[in-house]
């Protein structure tokens, strides 16, 4: 069941510099990492998991990001093979609330390019923040609050998101 919270973006600055100072002891002061996702933006609605982007500049970086990450207790995610991107998480289970997700995504990427591009063009503009936490919201009172369920219809409004953001740069 997904159920959702008004982000402390304060609290959770907090959390992701104590992980932040981790991550760096571990793989270095070079690798780009960046906090996403909503608990990054100000007055955002969300299930209050911790995104982290980590930038690794090849394939073989990628993989030595991969067992370092590993190895501070991260479990990849069941899409975690791939040659662009892996999904770590601080748990094995379903999330919840107050977990840490890793995304490892090769820098010159689409996807690691659309995930910045997202989280400025939002914080660039609080009325699209106060919208995607409205669809949030209105996705779960419309009854879809399996994760899975709840997942697929956000990626529609995210896609549609990230395609306004890319016509503004």
Known sequence: MVELIRQNKKENEKI????????????GKNIP???VGSTALPNMYGKNIIDILIGAKDVEELENLTTK???LGFFPGKNSSGLIYRFFANREEETKSGDIHIHLVIIDSDRYKDFLTLKNYLLNNKEEIKNYSNIKKSILKDGHNFREDYK?????YVNALLKRAKEKI
């Open 69 to 71: 990450i590993k190895n």
């Open 152 to 156: 697929t219809i956000k990626s529609e």
């Open 16 to 27: 992701y510099n104590k992980i932040l100072k981790k991550l760096r002891k571990s793989l």
């Open 33 to 35: 990492i960046d906090h």
